[in-house]
């Protein structure tokens, strides 16, 4: 049998501890654990529990990535405005909202952040996040609502759906708006009128899915906006509502939610239709959502009671050092 030196034209490391970031195919010999080992990728997509929220809430706003997320807003009894950030390994507090609201659209980065709408009483308010505090914006929405779903970023976001409390259906929303930074700027309408939905990607491609077409009915539809108009896709096979969501279009991430009751159910999207894999292992709804398809988090939401569980999604594909037996 050809010995490794012969394969690869390298020796094997001999370390006291595994490398932090193992590249694929990397191979090395703890001298502590007596083991050997190589960098590989999962197969599989899973969840890790990640260390809880300072402020316990559900319906709260959620954007970023998965090592720099910022949470807003939400309810812990009373509707909260606390704002707090995640470093991809704790949460730390930062300034609040100046309008507490739960259930607002969000959009944008941890230090570039927007949040628009919400309840507290319903508004049509939008602030903007600079990574230190929060700034009214001179245009709030034009259809003040709240359980509405937002995407893109803070010059450039979307807003669409909701609801404004008059009897179903006449207080259901379908209404989309793009945001310049500045002020709002009406679209076409959603196809299905619902609240309770969740969205991703960017204003000129975006994804809507899930959300209430009337309490207690809810629904997977799954539509994708192109900058103009929404076209209907593939529904999601949980339906579901008021669910955690990231990534973009093309690659989607849908996980928990009320269906009804809470469920962990967790789905991507690979731009035509939804694959179910892995479920969170804390099922709730009313959570918050940041990151990729391949590296997402899930905070806070409700089981209820309202919860502070942080959970990190890592995708098919992502490294990890496997120990190397004889078979």
Same mark, same amino acid.
């Given at each position: 049998m050809a010995d490794y030196i012969n394969i690869r034209g390298q020796n094997i490391e001999v370390v006291a501890s595994d490398p932090?970031?193992?590249?694929?195919?990397?191979i090395w010999y703890n001298s502590t654990s007596?083991?050997?080992? /190589?960098?590989?990728?999962?197969?599989?997509?899973?969840?890790?529990?990640?260390?809880?929220m300072n402020t316990a809430r559900y319906n709260l706003t959620g954007v970023g990535i998965q090592t720099a997320a910022l949470a807003a807003g /939400? =309810?812990?009894?009373?509707?909260?405005?606390?704002?707090?950030?995640?470093?991809?390994?704790?949460?730390?507090?930062?300034?609040?909202?100046? %309008?507490?609201?739960?259930?607002?659209?969000?959009?944008? %980065?941890?230090?570039?952040?927007?949040?628009?709408g919400g309840a507290s009483p319903i508004t049509g308010a939008t602030e903007e996040y600079d990574g230190n505090s929060w700034t009214t914006s001179p245009g709030s929405l034009n259809t003040a609502r709240y359980v509405l779903a937002g995407t893109g970023t803070q010059t450039a976001a979307l807003a669409f759906g909701g609801y404004i409390n008059p009897p179903i259906p006449t207080g259901l929303q379908s209404a989309t708006e793009e945001y310049d930074g500045n002020s709002w700027t009406n679209s076409n309408n959603l196809n299905t009128v619902r609240y309770g939905l969740s969205?991703?990607?960017?204003?000129?491609?975006?994804?809507?899915?899930?959300?209430?077409?009337?309490?207690?009915?809810? %629904?997977?539809?799954? =539509? =994708?906006?192109?900058?103009?108009?929404?076209?209907?896709?593939?529904?999601?096979?949980?339906?579901?509502?008021?669910?955690? =969501?990231?990534?973009?279009?093309?690659?989607?991430?849908?996980?928990?939610g009320g269906a009804p009751g809470?469920?962990?159910? %967790?789905?991507?999207?690979?731009?035509?239709?939804w694959t179910t894999t892995t479920s969170m292992n804390t099922a709730r709804n009313s959570l918050g959502g940041a990151g990729t398809q391949t590296a997402a988090l899930g905070f806070a939401g409700s089981i209820p009671p309202y919860v502070t569980t942080t959970e990190e999604w890592n995708g098919a594909g992502t490294p990890q050092t496997k120990t190397i037996t004889a078979s």
């Open positions: 932090a970031n193992p590249t694929l195919g990397q007596n083991t050997l080992k /190589g960098g590989g990728v999962t197969t599989v997509g899973a969840w890790a529990t990640g260390n809880n /939400g =309810e812990l009894g009373p509707d909260t405005a606390a704002t707090e950030e995640y470093d991809g390994n704790s949460w730390t507090n930062s300034n609040p909202l100046n %309008t507490a609201r739960r259930n607002a659209a969000g959009a944008g %980065t941890q230090t570039a952040a927007l949040a628009a969205g991703a990607g960017i204003q000129t491609a975006a994804l809507a899915f899930g959300g209430y077409v009337a309490t207690p009915t809810a %629904t997977g539809a799954t =539509e =994708e906006y192109n900058g103009t108009t929404w076209t209907n896709s593939n529904s999601l096979n949980t339906v579901r509502y008021y669910s955690g =969501e990231a990534g973009i279009q093309t690659a989607a991430l849908c996980f928990g809470v469920t962990g159910a %967790t789905e991507e999207y690979d731009g035509i239709s």
